[in-house]
């Protein structure tokens, strides 16, 4: 087989032939003879396992020398890292240097690269600015790495290359680049693991019969997608350790059905040719195709959007396995690369040779030129509607799609630093403020020590004591950049801060006497250590239903039988009793049907315990994406807007003091088994940080996504940094995806952006939750997004105030329920609301006694007369 190389493919001189993409699966997969696997934790002293359980030896063995370079070790351990091995070591390199491994044999091989850009010591990520050469191809030049994690808003930063060495060592060198003035490399983790040889030749896309060899050619992993399933984790692959991603982002235009495969136990027929390990059985037992529907199918499309570097030829890995039909000419599809015929009429029953259940792959093979000037790379899936005879059903389905770079002819393979969403930049320079800010306070602190202990004596204490300081600082800093301002706030989590910080301070040092005051202990039930006990089963640990920074959430079970969910403090936790106490004096008083209530605490033996309301309907979140749930409907989902932002109205109006949530998200607002929405801030979310990370939340960036961008530039809370979370909710709720969402193309990486970004184009209908097409009234619809569109104004005053965010939603559901209704209602709200401003906190709201909440006002059925009752549309 002829390599063809790129510039050849332009000019036509040198054709290869082959009978076409068949031949891959000619040749047998063979697995390495003699295999090796060495996994360096760079800067690391011992060997150390990582949370996957695979074994990381030092490097120093592997370095052909470390002058010029020095072990590291990161001072700061991001939560949403997915192991410390191998993060957090790592070596810094001053000028080329190289480590060289020993192979054994021919065969392919993994090289991944772990970077995790924080600052060392006194090397500033920014300056880490280098190139990376392996077996003579340039894998990165110019590498920003700090700038690709910001543009991934991903704390660390993996590659992952194989290739074919022909060479008996290989060579790994990092070069720190000349263009910068002060730049250097570093590396935490280096993975070189013996793999079978899986890539051989491709159908060159656009080039009748012609293939590409990709043994030759050194490739990178951009994309691997289990099409229509979840994600797996390395420790899940077919013994490859790699990670495959849902494709769901990755979709443009008609999202189809996702399919699984109808047992779990089905047995697929694997070949020599497609063994195993080509792919997982997750990947081929999960599929996603057109839908049910031939009418609607034939005008349509499946297709899959990446972004990629242009001047690339890139290597396309199509995975099929026919789960559903057993004969041919059921289900036949056209494949198209950037528009590009690339099989025509793909029948996976006549592929799999006249079978079901059998693991198919094609490889294509696509260069993506700059010279249309976009550098996009589309996969398009269509039923063959002209095929002759016709196929049964006009359908696509896919499996699985990975997509590899391949080094150019000068053996090259970097492409640009990656352009962050404005998004990030923001959160990053906000970042950089808080640390200005500690660093002088550290300095000031400094001086003042200096100034008192003076002398060489006092030397010693004051490096003590600077050391002190700069935990409280750098507590500090993880508290105000924690990403999850909530979880920050600890036994303070239900409603963190307080505009008047005057009363917060009083309200503390009161609480700080021994006893609570008898008001809450008249409010609050007083539970024994024993009832806990026996209502949590011994707190067994499959009582848990959430884990937040202050330990775990059981469900229980008091009084023989209400059922509770038991928050019970991490012996670990930073918080105090003087918090926990702080917590149960407010929380008992705060009563309203949408918020989530305090019903006892639990003080025994240094155990702190609060007892809450359970929700037996979880979070918000779960019942929007990436769930088994059936989907909400829309007037559901209304219902459950109108629930929150009443609890919110509440917080803001109702009680004596303005009191700002802080952290509303769709894991704060908890629904009960009545669908009655009701907020809170102790995070039952499934996705919260694990114990051992007992500060922020794990998905760290996750949290910016709901963040007042004013909150940035003046930090300073109001309730209008509600209203702009709230906003963030709304979206979320319309188009059911998270908030931020780091493996979407950089400018829909933010929702709050992208949102606004569509709305501004007149592009909304292309955002909104597939699951709701056609079943949102096109009047409710523009009530509800322009609603949150104004919650996301840039400046707090421009955004509306809970209040005002309330009524429209009351306005967007009787929309949708009674549209004639609802216009007589906006006027009857225009002639009203002066008269009904004073109304409605002493009647709808209470502060501290028993909850006074009128239902009558609560209930969503009722129209307008409660509707016009309802609101003070000037808000606090
Ligand atoms: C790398 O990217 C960061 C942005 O995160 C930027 O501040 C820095 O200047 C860049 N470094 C170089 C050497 O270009
Ligand atoms: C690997 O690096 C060593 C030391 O720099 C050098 O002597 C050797 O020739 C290199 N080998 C290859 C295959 O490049
Ligand atoms: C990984 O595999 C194990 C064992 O089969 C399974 O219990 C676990 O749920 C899988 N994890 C994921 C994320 O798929
Ligand atoms: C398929 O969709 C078309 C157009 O929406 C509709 O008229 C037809 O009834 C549908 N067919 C079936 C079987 O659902
Ligand atoms: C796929 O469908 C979309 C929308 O229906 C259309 O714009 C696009 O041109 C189609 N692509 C191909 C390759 O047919
Ligand atoms: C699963 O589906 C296949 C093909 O549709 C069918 O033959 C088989 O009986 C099904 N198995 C179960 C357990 O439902
Ligand atoms: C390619 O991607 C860019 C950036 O996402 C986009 O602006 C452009 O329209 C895309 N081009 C095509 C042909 O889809
Ligand atoms: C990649 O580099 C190798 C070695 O320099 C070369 O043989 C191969 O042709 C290159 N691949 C492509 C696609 O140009």
């Known amino acids: 087989m002829m390599k063809i190389k790129t510039h050849v493919l332009f000019c036509f001189i040198s054709l290869c032939f082959a009978s076409n993409a068949i031949h891959v699966l000619s040749e047998a997969i063979s697995k390495p003879s003699n295999p090796v696997s060495y996994l360096l934790y760079c800067g690391s002293t011992s060997p150390e396992t990582s949370a996957d359980g695979r074994k990381w030896e030092p490097d120093t063995k592997y370095l052909v020398s470390s002058d010029n370079t020095a072990p590291v070790q990161a001072t700061y351990q991001d939560p949403s890292l997915p192991s410390t091995v191998p993060y957090m070591n790592g070596r810094i390199i001053n000028s080329e240097t190289t480590y060289q491994f020993k192979l054994h044999g021919k065969s392919r091989h993994w090289i991944r690269l772990h970077f995790y850009p924080i600052d060392y010591n006194s090397f500033a990520a920014k300056d880490a600015y280098f190139s990376v050469v392996a077996g003579g191809i340039t894998l990165l030049k110019n590498f920003n790495t700090s700038v690709t994690a910001l543009a991934l808003t991903q704390s660390h930063v993996i590659k992952e290359y194989t290739f074919y060495p022909d060479t008996e060592y290989l060579n790994i060198t990092f070069t720190p680049s000349p263009d910068h003035k002060g730049s250097y490399a570093f590396v935490n983790g280096i993975e070189v693991i013996s793999m079978p040889d899986l890539y051989k030749t491709a159908t060159l896309v ?52 996702t399919s699984t495969s109808n047992s779990t136990d089905r047995k697929f027929k694997y070949t020599t040719d497609v063994p195993e390990m080509i792919a997982p059985f997750d990947v081929y037992s999960t599929a996603r195709s057109m839908g049910p529907n031939s009418t609607i199918n034939m005008n349509s499309n499946l297709t899959w959007f990446f972004q990629v570097d242009s001047n690339f030829l890139y290597l396309v890995r199509l995975h099929f396995c026919e789960l ?24 996976l029953v006549l592929w799999g040779s006249m079978e079901s259940d059998v693991p198919l792959y094609r490889d294509y093979a696509i260069y993506v030129s700059d010279a249309v000037g976009d550098d996009n790379l589309t996969v398009t ?16 389905v896919l499996n699985g799609l990975e997509i590899f770079k391949m080094n150019d002819t000068k053996g090259n393979l970097a492409g640009p630093n990656p352009v962050p969403s404005d998004y990030m930049l923001r959160v990053e320079k906000l970042k950089e403020e808080q640390q200005e800010k500690i660093d002088a306070a550290r300095e000031e602190e400094n001086k003042k020590r200096k100034k008192v202990v003076g002398g060489a004596a006092g030397g010693a204490v004051a490096v003590g004591l600077v050391a002190a300081v700069c935990i409280v600082a750098y507590q500090r800093q993880r508290r105000v950049l924690g990403s999850d301002p909530g979880m920050a706030s600890g036994w303070l989590p239900l409603y963190g801060s307080w505009s008047n910080s005057k009363s917060t301070i009083s309200s503390g040092k009161s609480c700080s006497s021994s006893t609570l005051s008898s008001l809450a202990q008249g409010l609050c039930r007083h539970f ?164 051992n990370q007992t500060h922020v939340s794990t998905v760290v960036k996750g949290s910016f996504g709901y963040l007042d961008p004013e909150y940035f530039r003046r930090q300073q809370l109001t309730d209008k940094s509600d209203v702009y979370s709230f906003g963030v909710v709304l979206f979320e709720v319309l188009c059911a995806r998270p908030a931020l969402n780091p493996t979407l193309p950089k400018e829909q990486v ?79 709200r225009a002639r009203t609301s002066e008269s009904t401003a004073a109304h409605s906190i002493s009647t709808d709201l209470s502060y501290g006694g028993e909850s006074t909440t009128d239902e009558s006002t609560d209930s969503l059925n009722s129209t307008n007369a409660a509707f016009s009752q309802l609101i003070n549309p000037q808000g606090r």
């Not at 209400?562 to 012996?571: F, L």
């Not at 932002?645 to 894991?667: C, E, F, M, N, P």
């Not at 933010?750 to 592009?763: E, F, N, Q």
């Not at 569109?789 to 005002?804: F, I, V, Y």
Request: charged share 25%; glycine share 8%.
């Open 206 to 257: 656009g080039f009748n019969e012609e293939t590409v060899d990709a043994e030759s050619s050194v490739l990178q992993t951009l994309y691997r997608l289990n099409v229509g399933g979840q994600f797996i984790p390395a420790s899940n692959d077919s013994g490859l350790t790699r990670t495959w991603y849902d494709d769901t982002p990755y979709l443009f235009g008609n999202i189809g059905v």
């Open 381 to 396: 899936l269509t039923p063959s509607f002209d095929a002759v005879p016709p196929p049964e059903t006009y359908d696509a």
């Open 528 to 691: 024994s250590l024993a009832e806990m006990k026996s209502g949590t089963k011994n707190f067994d640990e499959s009582q848990v239903i959430g884990v937040g920074g202050f330990g775990k959430v059981y469900k229980g079970v008091v009084d023989g039988g209400t059922k509770v969910a038991i928050k019970r403090a991490n012996p670990s936790s930073e918080q105090g009793i003087h918090e926990f106490r702080t917590e149960i004096e407010m929380l008992s008083k705060l009563r309203h049907r949408h918020l989530v209530s305090l019903i006892g605490f639990c003080e025994e033996n240094e155990e702190m315990i609060l007892v809450y309301d359970y929700m037996g309907n979880g979070t918000l979140r779960e019942h929007l994406y990436k769930t088994n749930k059936p989907q909400l409907p829309w007037k559901q989902r209304l219902e459950i807007c109108i629930g929150a932002a009443r609890g919110l109205y509440y917080l803001h109006t109702g009680a004596k003091y303005t009191i700002i949530h802080r952290d509303v998200k769709t894991t704060n607002i908890l629904v009960d088994e009545n669908w009655v929405a009701k907020v809170s801030d102790f995070g039952l979310s499934k996705t919260g940080p694990s114990l």
């Open 324 to 347: 559903e039909y057993t004969q041919d000419n059921k289900r036949t599809f056209d494949i198209s690369i950037n528009n590009k015929e690339a099989d025509k009429a793909a029948d």
């Open 750 to 828: 933010s929702l709050a952006d992208w949102a606004l970004h569509c709305i501004r184009k007149g592009m909304l209908e292309d955002i909104v939750d597939p699951n709701l097409k056609g079943k949102i009234n096109p009047e409710c619809l523009k009530k509800f997004a322009e609603t949150a569109e104004k919650c996301l104004s840039d400046q707090g005053t421009h955004r509306p105030s809970m209040g005002d965010v309330l009524w429209n939603l009351e306005f967007a559901l009787q929309m949708q329920e009674n549209p004639n209704g609802a216009s007589l209602i906006a006027d009857e």
